[in-house]
């Protein structure tokens, strides 16, 4: 279900056709812990893997909307040895399951097991996916034709907001998680703030339906059935 990019290498754009690009669909980025799932440190066992319990209706929202709806999270704890990339695909499918139990589907998941201190030396890597940098939503821009300036980064840490800053999305923080004591403590030291915050993901989905029924209809998606999933 998980999809691993190959930060290591720059991806070349292509250009576009010679009848013109087409437009591009409104996504919403998803942060995973303390936003999709409680925020429990390193996930080193399924049972530590609750997913919050307005999560599905949330994301139900968004897939009857037509709105592609991605995880990008950062998961250093392969890089760190804490667990491994196996255990990391069965976190991601039991989160899957858990969603789809309620009518609720993820068009992928990309996750970045690097970190540049790692304990594993294969992870050990300055790479283009660890947030804020942008890889995991450029190859899922390139994947799923997504208009980066129309979609979302939602999430509960200001890593998000900076990874949507990065992108040219708009950001909402939520304020589970890590999310409150973030935005309660340390939002004097941030360089610029969330453009919307939500009690949590479900508030946060209303906020992004309710600014693009405001706009106007968004482009409807062209995506394929993701096999990831």
Request: proline share 5%; with cysteine.
């Amino acid at each position: 279900m998980s999809t691993r990019p190959k930060p290591q290498k720059a991806r070349a754009r292509t250009g576009a056709s010679a009848r013109g690009p087409r437009p591009g669909v409104s996504a919403v980025f998803l942060d995973r812990d303390g936003t999709i799932t409680e925020e429990m440190g390193y996930i080193n066992h399924l049972d530590r893997t609750q997913v919050y319990p307005w999560a599905a209706e949330a994301i139900r929202k968004l897939n009857r909307a037509e709105r592609p709806v991605i995880v990008v999270t950062n998961q250093s704890g392969v890089a760190r040895g804490v667990f491994t990339e196996d255990l990391l695909h069965e976190v991601h499918r039991k989160i899957a399951f858990e969603l789809a139990a309620q009518e609720a589907k993820l068009d992928a998941i990309y996750y970045c097991p690097h970190h540049p201190d790692g304990r594993i030396e294969a992870y050990r890597v300055k790479c283009l996916c660890r947030k804020p940098a942008t890889g995991m939503v450029m190859d899922a821009a390139r994947r799923f034709r997504i208009d980066l300036a129309s979609s979302y980064v939602i999430g509960d840490s200001y890593r998000d907001m900076q990874l949507g800053f990065n992108a040219g999305a708009r950001t909402i923080l939520v304020m589970t998680g890590y999310g409150r004591g973030e935005y309660e403590h340390q939002r004097h030291r941030w360089d610029r703030l969330p453009d919307r915050i939500a009690e949590d993901l479900l508030a946060a989905v209303e906020i992004v339906l309710g600014e693009g029924a405001r706009r106007g209809p968004v482009p409807r998606r062209r995506v394929a059935a993701s096999r990831d999933l």
